[in-house]
């Protein structure tokens, strides 16, 4: 091989190989401090987005056994977040009508840092009088009563929900 072919082939290695170091910087960087938030142009503009007529498509989950046969199931909205099992297990956060956004970004309003749970995970949104849990394309997943889901579905009072190695369940 002549000297200027050896010369090409160790500066493209070289470019190769940097590219390689930045694509690993720009990944570790993604996940430890998470991505922008973008806006949408009509909250941009200062618009308030115009209601939506439809629900989004909310999975319907059977109610749970109820204790003695006869009793009836709490209803109406939660009022308590109660993790169950993790890292925070007993923690309680009260629920008001903001969605609560679960994950391990530093802006999460129930921050989970374990390797199983995503930046931005799921996020706990009141719809009606129910709340919803919505998983937002994580790589785990996010069960509820055992099951992944990948719609929007809709949360009774008592029901465990796992996200990463933490469950928790909502409570009136």
């Known amino acids: 091989m002549s000297d200027l072919t050896l010369l090409v ?39 308030a987005p115009a209601p939506s007529t439809a629900p989004p498509a909310v999975q319907s989950l059977p109610s749970p056994p109820t204790p003695g046969g006869g009793a009836s ?42 390797d199983y749970t995503s930046t931005h995970h799921a996020r706990l949104l009141l719809w009606g009088a129910d709340w919803v849990v919505q998983d937002l394309d994580s790589t785990n997943g996010t069960f509820v009563d055992g099951r992944r889901i990948d719609t929007p579905t809709q949360v009774p009072i008592g029901t465990p929900v796992k996200v990463g190695a933490t469950t928790f369940e909502l409570r009136g």
């Open 9 to 47: 082939l160790r500066v493209a290695f070289l470019a190769l190989l940097w590219v390689f170091v930045f694509a690993v910087v720009y990944a570790l960087r993604s996940d430890l401090f998470g991505g922008r938030v973008r806006r949408m142009p009509q909250e941009a503009a200062g618009v």
């Open 73 to 114: 199931v709490p209803r109406g909205p939660a009022s308590t977040l109660v993790i169950t099992s993790g890292g925070k297990a007993g923690l309680e956060i009260p629920l008001g009508t903001d969605p609560l956004m679960i994950g391990r970004a530093s802006d999460a309003g129930l921050q989970i840092r374990d």
